[in-house]
Every structure is written in C-alpha cells, then in structure tokens.
C-alpha cells in the first residue's frame, strides 16, 4: 500500500485515520479540504484546485483523504492501490462535528483562515452530514465504481475497527503532511 485514498462522511475521522496511516507508513498525508479550500472558506477555481491535486498525487507514494469525487476521482484513483471507506454511524459524525465546531479550534487539515463555527452555514454542514449515506454516498461510490472498480476497498466499522487496521499494520516511518 502505497497510495491509500480514504473516504466517508465528515466527522467520520477520514483525517485523523489520515494521519495514523501516515505516521505507521511513512507516507505523506493529502487533506483534501487543505488543497481545496482558500481562507475565509473560499471556492477556488476548479481547475485551480485539480492542479493542485494533480501535483500532490503526482508522487510515487501518500495517504488522501477526502471524498471530492467527481473533482478529484480521474486523478487520484487510477493511481490508487487501497480505498478505505470509513462506515462510521451518521450520529457519531454529527456529534464530532458538532463537538470540533463548538471548540472552535484550528484543525491541522483545514488550511489556515478557515475555522468551524456554529453559523447558517453549519445548520446546512449538519444536514448533509446527516443525509450523507442516503443523499451523497451513493454518488460518490458510483464514480468510484465508474473509474477504480479493480481498487481494493476496505470497509471500517467504528473506532475499535479503525485502531485494529492501523495497529496490524507494519511501523516504517515518519509523518509527512501536504
């Protein structure tokens, strides 16, 4: 496994999963929110933002979290060996986002000027979060199934499933975030 693309609902801990395959593998981590978002929560432009996947994908080995699937998919899964799918209850997501949005604090996976608050604009956040399974997944698994369907895809189930995954697998290095 080098090149492990992760997906699932936000507060599903795509990033901190991220991070642990990244610091147990000595592969670089790619936040797809990091990449895609400027400060103040600003859209860039589309090909903007492909380009700066296309750069970080470019390298013969990392971690990308995110789903981004109709953005991103053509260029990170024909290089991807793994997919993780991070099945994780719609309540816990809402609980942890929710919980990240009250504390307010800045997020390594969030670029800089880009802090969760509680607002309009997160009552909407809640909403997807909550209809991500039924509203938003199956889209996402359709392009993944469109462009990957040879890519192993591994299915994850709470935090206990999660911390096993990690744990059986080989410690080899140092953590390295784009």
Known sequence: ?????ILGNAGSGKSTLARALGE??????????????EPGWIEPDAEQFRARVRKAVAA????????YARR??????PRADLIIWLDTPR?????RVTKRSVMNR???????????????????????????????R????????????????VHLRGTREIANFVERLPVTGNDLLV
């Open 1 to 5: 496994m080098q090149r492990i693309v």
């Open 24 to 37: 147990r593998l000595g592969l670089p981590v790619i936040h797809l929110d990091k990449l895609f978002w």
């Open 60 to 67: 013969d080995a990392w971690v990308s979290e995110g789903n």
């Open 72 to 77: 991103t998919f053509d260029l990170r899964l």
């Open 91 to 95: 309540l816990t997501c809402l609980v």
């Open 106 to 136: 800045p997020r390594p996976d969030l670029p800089a000027g880009c802090r969760e608050k509680i607002d309009q604009a997160f009552l909407t956040f809640l909403k997807f979060v909550w209809n991500f399974d039924r509203g938003y």
């Open 138 to 153: 199956p889209g996402i698994d359709g392009v993944r199934q469109a462009i990957g369907p040879e890519i192993p895809v």
